[in-house]
Antibody, heavy 124, light 110 residues
Framework: EVQLVESGGGLVQPGRSLRLSCAASGFTFDDYAMHWVRQAPGKGLEWVSGISWNSGSIGYADSVKGRFTISRDNAKNSLYLQMNSLRAEDTALYYC?????????????????WGQGTLVTVSS | QSALTQPRSVSGSPGQSVTISCTGTSSDVGGYNYVSWYQQHPGKAPKLMIYDVSKRPSGVPDRFSGSKSGNTASLTISGLQAEDEADYYCCSYAGSPDWVFGGGTKLTVL
């Protein structure tokens, strides 16, 4: 059974940093691209960032480019999101999502498994 | 990238069919055959219902179907059931790499 478990969320002041983690199990982690997708309270979904199976291709939404960094450790079956210079508008539930494919560039995929999310609240 | 445009709400009676539209541009929906649809029940994580415009993942009922014409994609749910009541989001690859979601549609089963 595929499982994605996010952690690392919490309350943080504007301008500070936070690192999210996603522990994956139930599938061959290094065969698939992975993504972070967020959902502000009462709002819709927003793609944040994606990374190919070997970290060879990485992408970011314009809203987080230059502030967030996605990474993965295939030996630990883990996905990360380093979030710096956080803003109030970054407040959201952050989901880790598995891609149906291995690359985010050669043949883009979709998100077939999602975690339950970790809540990030940016407020003073 | 601007969000894809979806109707805020649609409704239908049990057994009927409903179609949810998703309008983008030639830079996203119209430019790639990588449109997907997600179902989200309150308090739950999204669930993939359609990928690559019209393909259904294993386990998704064939009552759900997807299509695309030009810059508009559509999700059709036939034989509506009470459990179909949920929010539905479309999503399209938009190059770079980049993905863009629609604003979401609330489906009410009357």
């Amino acid at each position: 059974e595929v499982q994605l478990v996010e952690s690392g969320g919490g309350l943080v002041q504007p301008g500070r940093s936070l690192r999210l983690s996603c522990a994956a199990s139930g599938f061959t982690f290094d065969d698939y691209a992975m993504h972070w997708v967020r959902q502000a309270p009462g709002k819709g979904l927003e793609w944040v960032s994606g990374i190919s199976w070997n970290s060879g291709s990485i992408g970011y939404a314009d809203s987080v480019k230059g502030r967030f960094t996605i990474s993965r450790d295939n030996a630990k079956n883990s996905l990360y999101l380093q979030m710096n210079s956080l803003r109030a508008e970054d407040t959201a539930l952050y989901y880790c999502a598995k891609d149906i494919r291995s690359s985010i560039a050669a043949r883009p995929g979709s998100f077939d498994y999602w975690g339950q999310g970790t809540l990030v609240t940016v407020s003073s | 990238q601007s969000a894809l445009t979806q109707p805020r709400s649609v409704s239908g009676s049990p057994g009927q069919s409903v179609t949810i539209s998703c309008t983008g541009t030639s830079s996203d929906v119209g430019g790639y055959n990588y449109v997907s649809w997600y179902q989200q029940h309150p308090g739950k994580a999204p669930k993939l219902m359609i990928y690559d415009v019209s393909k259904r993942p294993s386990g998704v009922p064939d009552r759900f179907s997807g299509s695309k014409s030009g810059n508009t994609a559509s999700l059709t749910i036939s034989g509506l059931q009470a459990e179909d009541e949920a929010d539905y989001y479309c999503c399209s690859y938009a190059g770079s790499p980049d993905w863009v979601f629609g604003g979401g549609t609330k489906l009410t089963v009357l």
